[in-house]
């Protein structure tokens, strides 16, 4: 039947089409429908730069415009991935300038980024706009400086928490004078000084700063010069909030804060001395996101800020506010949906605030839209879980970390099982669960029958035996990532469920008990995984097959093994019993 | 909820053993009793590392109880000079793990560390009904108390924070009188090289309340690269001797020397403990022979400090 469109009909109905989910189902209807969306596709959202190499993205995909690229596996973050391991975003970043000449937007995080690639993207992107670098490291101030200098229609630059080297704060005086363009800049993570005035013209001259984060250097003293020159501000980042006590300062930075009608988010409040927090009070009204993560003061000022912001909608605050200001905050707060509570003292081994499971009962009772929790504690019990689950059943991130992993509950010293069983029998929505305490494998089997739209899942510290993975991996029907630490997990639950983890992006496995010999036998079963195994006592076949591997990454690739890895790092396959480069 | 049952699907039984379906021939039968070969260990392949073994194994980073043996020879290797020797310095035993040995039950052969992997034994496994002995959880948290916040943070990433949190917490100032940046609270990611090593591994140094810790602990984290310098020519089942590994680092002249805040570079242990860990940015293990020069400076320096 040719009842079909014309191409360029087609194309257009396409570019309504932004979500990847939707374009990828389309391109399975016919092949003229794959080419047709192919040829349209503007944006690529790569969540493991392994599974895909940079060659297959562009010869499936040669118009793009925008690219998103993950890297380390997430306990990169807690240490837990030696340096070295990988994750070099430079062959990417080669690739595309070759192909993507009119590329606009790299987005990375967890990625290794040298100054050797900021200049090639300096250079090879006539059209660059964005770029945000989460949690990346690699690269110096120098690297910054290049993408200052020559990146003519910069929008976004966005630092995010990367590690960069601090060499000194001259990059931003690199932005040369005719750069307007400016809508977002976040330098948070840099510790050294930049120049004030390079800084102040800057903000001066591009009008359409939406974004400001500042670093810790910047002054408080000055901070209204820059809020001056940007009323328009809807996020701010200030850097260090103290300054001498001094009545002008204070009445500036007051008469400052009230002209930026439009603030919706503030952050940064390093080093807050409590007497300048007032200034801001004439902003609360409109804030919905709050970082206070960072602010080192009690409970009574967090409760005087805090209670002012009735639109608030984020917090993320020390464990200072203790269960009273959590009470405070679910009493004027009602449309908080996210929550972290971040630990003040994580290595103490006495509880120096009096932070319990209460304050997050209060919140859950008092907080009708509370989804999103990311809370530190260091105790807790079945019974304030439960009751969390039924005041909530509409939560789709619940984050758990108590200070001790294998806390039991405190009132009973039972295992957490049926606490964080109620939490996904409840909360049908559930995408992302993190847990800690005394758990055995009664609450994966709680998890594998309930949590069935749970993506994400953090284990450390818990289940008795491999049944306990067996009931994630033959349950969970939505499991994109699994992550394990320390837990007795070995070869069968994991060989019984290798097919499942073709459906999924990833699964890390570290101090737990999976033998080398079960590692080499899914490498050579499953070839559509790459089955890394880090060990840095060195070979893994120097020791008996039986002998549990340090650690174990897999993850599904249609790149095939890598050859970018370090000496510690081993993939298994088909090939030989151990293959590395 | 009832009671997980027994299932085949995964060949799982009360006996819990290996040889069953699913595994293949290609895997040995995993002795799941037999813990000493299966646990983690710090040691060379397959030796018994007689200085290092204890009762209950140990996992990786972890120090044995009362295993002063062998901390004396590491220090020499990396401190140059008769001068700077520590094994006279060392005193008492270096326990720093977290001692939660005693009262594991027999069977469950629980490690040393909390935080090691459990139930390696099949009757483990099902039914679970009973919860894991309330005893190791007790005992856990009268031993904390007299564990000073240092051992705390000695299981690698945990609590899981990022590192820009830990380290801005470390550096927050102790204005606040509520709010002390305790020693023990602190925390500090530096990064350690080894000349001639592949890659270069990152360090908490608040996680040490000594040199001998550190150098303990580094020794035991780049033995390995000096193990593959000298073990590629061996064949796999070939084992190198405790004694040979420190004769080859002895041999060497491994000196350890840091970068301070002023970005020198500087021999490690002539300053207090706490001077340094206030003033390193970064660790690296050089050869004796480069290390030369460093040491007259060190001396300079620290009187211009004061």
Redesign the interface.
């Known amino acids: 039947m040719a009842y079909s469109f014309p191409e360029e009909v087609l194309e257009h109905v396409f570019s309504f089409l932004s979500s990847d989910k939707d374009r990828n189902a389309v391109s399975l209807v016919c092949k003229s429908w794959y080419e047709i969306e192919r040829w349209s596709r503007r944006r690529i959202f790569i969540g493991n730069c392994y599974a895909v190499s940079p060659e297959i993205m562009i010869r499936r995909f040669p118009e793009v415009r925008a690219v998103e690229i993950k890297g380390k596996p997430h306990?990169a973050?807690?240490?837990?991935v030696?340096?070295?391991w990988g994750a070099y975003v430079r062959p990417w970043i080669r690739a595309m300038s070759a192909a993507y000449p009119f590329l606009e937007e790299i987005k990375l995080k967890r990625m290794v980024v040298t100054d050797e690639c900021l200049e090639l993207i300096a250079r090879s992107f006539k059209n660059f706009e964005v770029l945000v670098l989460s949690?990346c490291d690699g690269f110096t101030t120098a690297g910054l400086a290049s993408i200052a200098a020559n990146c003519r229609n910069l929008r976004e630059l966005d630092l995010g928490?990367s590690?960069v080297e601090d060499l000194s704060g001259h990059w931003l005086s690199h932005f040369p004078d005719n750069c307007t363009s400016l809508v977002s800049l976040n330098m948070s993570?840099l510790g050294s000084e930049v120049s004030f005035s390079a800084l102040e013209r800057l903000v001066a001259r591009c009008p359409n700063l939406r974004t400001l984060r500042l670093n810790r250097a910047v002054p408080l003293e000055k901070l209204s010069n820059l809020l001056h020159h940007a009323p328009q501000l809807v996020e701010l980042g200030t850097g260090a909030y103290?300054a001498e006590i001094r009545s002008d300062i204070f009445s500036s930075l007051a008469e400052a804060f009230s002209v930026c009608k439009q603030l919706k988010g503030l952050s940064g409040l390093?080093?807050v001395?409590p007497a300048y927090l007032p200034a801001v009070y004439s902003v609360c009204s409109g804030i919905t996101s709050l970082n206070l993560?960072?602010a080192?003061?009690?409970s009574p000022d967090l409760v005087k800020l805090v209670s002012q912001c009735q639109n608030l909608q984020r917090l993320w605050v020390l464990d200072?506010i203790e269960d009273t200001g959590l009470e405070a905050l679910a009493a004027s707060c009602k449309d908080l949906e996210e929550l972290r509570v971040?630990?003040?003292?994580?290595?103490?081994?006495?509880p120096n605030v009096s932070l319990t499971e209460q304050g997050l009962v209060s919140v859950s009772e008092g907080c009708p839209r509370l989804q999103s929790v990311l809370y530190?504690c260091r105790q807790m019990s079945n019974a304030a879980l439960i009751t969390i689950a039924r005041n909530r059943p509409k939560m789709i991130r619940f984050r758990l970390?108590i200070?001790?992993?294998?806390?039991?509950d405190h009132l009973t010293?039972?295992?957490l099982d049926t606490g964080f069983?109620a939490i996904v029998e409840n909360c049908k929505e559930l995408r992302r669960l993190s847990m800690t305490g005394?758990l055995?494998?009664?609450v994966f089997?709680?998890i594998g029958t309930h949590a069935k739209k749970l993506e994400m899942l953090s284990i450390?510290?818990a289940?008795?035996?491999?049944?306990g993975l067996?009931h994630v991996l033959s349950g969970c029907e939505s499991l994109r990532k699994l992550e394990i630490?320390?837990?007795?997990f070995?070869?069968?639950?994991l060989?019984?469920n290798a097919a499942k983890l073709e459906t999924m992006r990833s699964l890390w496995m570290s101090?737990?008990?999976v033998?080398f010999?079960?590692c080499?036998?899914l490498g050579r079963r499953m070839p559509s995984l790459n089955v890394e195994v880090m060990d840095?006592?060195?070979p893994p076949?120097?020791?008996?097959?039986?002998?549990?591997v340090?650690k174990l990454y897999v993850y599904r690739t249609v790149a095939g093994r890598r050859v970018d890895m370090?000496?510690?790092v081993w993939t298994m396959d088909e090939d030989a019993a151990t293959a590395r480069l | 909820m009832s009671v997980p049952q027994e299932h085949d699907y995964i060949g799982l039984s009360e006996e819990n053993k290996a040889s069953d379906k699913i595994l293949s021939s290609e895997i040995e039968t995993k002795n799941v009793l037999n813990l000493k070969e299966t646990e983690l260990r710090l040691g060379l392949p397959g030796s018994e590392s007689p200085e290092r073994k204890s009762g209950n194994g140990v996992s990786l980073f972890w120090k044995d109880e009362g295993n002063n043996g062998f901390s004396q020879s590491p220090l020499k290797n990396f401190v140059s000079g008769a001068k700077r020797d520590f094994s006279d310095a060392i005193k008492g035993s270096g326990k720093w793990a977290l001692s939660i040995n005693g009262g594991s039950e027999g069977d469950l052969e629980k490690n040393d560390g909390l935080f090691s992997p459990r139930g390696y034994k099949g009757n483990n496994t099902l039914p679970e009904k009973e919860i894991p002995p309330v005893k190791p959880v007790e005992e856990k948290k009268i031993e904390s108390g007299n564990n000073t916040p240092a051992n705390k943070a000695q299981v690698v990433g945990w609590p899981p924070i990022r590192s820009f949190r830990k380290n801005t917490l470390a550096t927050n100032s102790p204005k606040n009188s509520d709010v002390t940046a305790k020693s023990g609270s602190r925390c500090l990611y530096v990064k350690v090289s080894m000349d001639g090593a592949p890659y270069l591994r990152k360090i908490d140094l608040k996680t040490y309340r000594s040199y001998m810790e550190l150098s303990s602990a580094l020794e035991k984290m780049f033995s390995c690269f000096t193990i593959g310098q000298y073990g590629e020519g061996f064949a796999g089942k070939e084992r190198l001797s405790e004694s040979h590994i420190m004769d080859l680092l002895h041999g060497s002249e491994y000196v350890l020397t840091y970068e301070d805040k002023d970005g020198d570079w500087m021999l490690v242990g002539d300053v207090p403990w706490e001077m340094f860990t206030d003033s390193c940015k970064r660790l690296r293990i050089m050869k004796g022979s480069d290390a030369i020069g460093l040491a007259p400076r060190t001396m300079q320096k620290c009187k211009s400090q004061k």
């Open positions: 306990f973050d807690f240490n837990l030696p340096e070295g949690s928490e590690e993570c103290s390093w080093d001395v993560s960072y080192t003061i009690q200072y971040f630990p003040s003292d994580p290595f103490g081994a006495e530190f970390c200070i001790d992993p294998q806390a039991p010293h039972e295992p069983g005394l055995t494998d009664r089997e709680y450390a510290f289940g008795n035996s491999d049944l067996h630490r320390d837990c007795p070995g070869d069968e639950a060989l019984a101090s737990c008990s033998t010999g079960a080499k036998l840095e006592r060195g076949d120097s020791r008996p097959e039986s002998c549990p340090e370090t000496g510690f």
